[in-house]
């Protein structure tokens, strides 16, 4: 209910910044990187911290060691590789369906050609929100299903991370995320794992950016305008990143297995109340004006 009601305020924000009067247009690296990085803390890591108060040990984590935080970050290369392909194959759906580009609530154009650009972006678009989805999303939400009710919890917290995100074109590739961050969660014991997935994802494009490229949707307005190579590049990365997931899932059910303690984890599901006792009417109200949000979205009124 915090998250969707501060998520509206700062959409209003938005929209009301594209007045001229405005110093730094929504749309600049500077006004973007204001607006990400206050909603960040704002709407996901200071309600996170406080809503944690008194189950932090759970909601944190602990520490095991640094080989999970290697997995991790290694594992943000075909997580990259998926989302890429997803979201570029999505562009190419939504514009072959005749419709016109629907641009995120949040995004930037330019300024990212000084190296001092680029690391106001990286900090802007990545590091700040991973930090903030990691403690609120997988941290705060994910302490708060059973074990036993994991696979729901994936489900619904990667559907909020989805949704908060405000991006249509990019719903999948958060989706995605979103189920692999959970996944990363549960085996590795901390929310660490999962910020670091998200960042290292973003930094490996400059490592394989020749060898996959995303679709700037800045730049096309029909499907005609998409050069056949995103394809040639997105099929082979979607099917190399699967498999490479697949491999550091089984390595993190091994790890897992290693510090697992189910005595544990069953004491701590006995504090937590069953899901379908949890919903009631601020989750429904969460979830119509997120719904609102993005009809809006879909509309263009931030445009």
Not at 20 to 37: D, R
Request: a neutral charge.
């Amino acid at each position: 209910m915090v998250m969707s009601i501060l998520t509206a305020v700062f959409y209003g924000i938005r929209v009301l910044a594209n007045n001229e009067a405005c110093p730094f247009p929504p749309t600049s690296l500077i006004g973007y990187t204001f607006l990400s990085v206050l909603m960040s803390l704002c709407v996901l890591l200071l309600p996170g911290f406080i809503l944690s108060s008194g189950i932090t040990d759970q909601v944190v984590g602990r520490n095991t060691g640094a080989g999970s935080l290697l997995l991790a970050a290694c594992s943000g290369i075909p997580l990259m590789m998926v989302t890429t392909s997803i979201y570029n194959f999505t562009a190419w759906i939504v514009l072959r369906l005749g419709s016109s580009v629907i641009f995120p609530a949040f995004f930037y154009h330019g300024g990212t050609e000084s190296k001092a650009g680029m690391a106001l972006s990286i900090l802007a678009d990545t590091v700040v929100p991973a930090a903030g989805a990691s403690v609120f999303f997988f941290g705060l939400l994910w302490s708060r299903f059973r074990s036993r009710e994991r696979f729901v919890g994936y489900i619904i917290i990667s559907c909020a991370y989805m949704l908060y995100s405000m991006d249509f074109i990019a719903a999948g590739s958060f989706f995605v995320a979103g189920l692999w961050c959970c996944f990363l969660r549960t085996k590795t014991g901390n929310i660490f794992c999962p910020f670091l997935a998200l960042v290292s994802s973003r930094l490996s494009i400059f490592l394989f950016g020749n060898a996959i490229t995303k679709i700037d949707i800045l730049k096309v307005q029909t499907y005609s305008d998409i050069d056949s190579t995103f394809f040639y590049s997105s099929l082979p990365a979607l099917f190399i990143g699967v498999i490479l997931i697949s491999f550091f899932m089984r390595s993190l059910n091994s790890f897992r297995d290693a510090y697992a303690d189910d005595e544990e984890e069953g004491i701590y599901d006995k504090v937590i109340p069953a899901f379908d006792k949890g919903l009631n009417l601020t989750v429904i109200t969460a979830g119509i004006i997120l719904a609102v949000l993005w009809i809006m979205i879909i509309k263009g009124v931030h445009i």
